[in-house]
Nanobody, 118 residues
Framework: QVQLVESGGGLVQPGGSLRLSCVAS????????MAWYRQAPGKQRDMVAS???????VYGDSVKGRVTISRDNTKNTVSLQMNSLQPEDTAVYYC????????????WGQGTQVTVSS
């Protein structure tokens, strides 16, 4: 069984920063893609950023230039540094580990709430 646990969400003012972290436990094979998604009320779940085992990262257009994704393969963690946050960034942020490109499954965390408001 794979478990992903997010942390670091909370309330931040516009222009502020947050760092989200996710710890993966269980049997997780490599290579894999770790990613952050977000979902606001009434909206679909969108990819914020993803990062492969090699460290290559892809960012969603809405956050490009404002966020940085990183991972530590020795600790099975993935983090998302978010800067210049705006109210439209308010959402539940979910951690994801995806092995579908390698014939496996994907796994989701329960999410952490990020609220950007003055």
């Amino acid at each position: 069984q794979v478990q992903l646990v997010e942390s670091g969400g909370g309330l931040v003012q516009p222009g502020g920063s947050l760092r989200l972290s996710c710890v993966a436990s269980g049997t997780i094979f490599s290579p894999n893609v770790m990613a952050w998604y977000r979902q606001a009320p009434g909206k679909q779940r969108d990819m914020v950023a993803s990062i492969a085992s090699t460290g290559s990262a892809v960012y969603g257009d809405s956050v490009k230039g404002r966020v940085t994704i990183s991972r530590d393969n020795t600790k099975n963690t993935v983090s998302l540094q978010m800067n210049s946050l705006q109210p439209e960034d308010t959402a539940v942020y979910y951690c994801n580990v995806d092995r579908r490109p390698y014939g496996g499954h994907q796994y989701w965390g329960q999410g952490t709430q990020v609220t950007v408001s003055s």
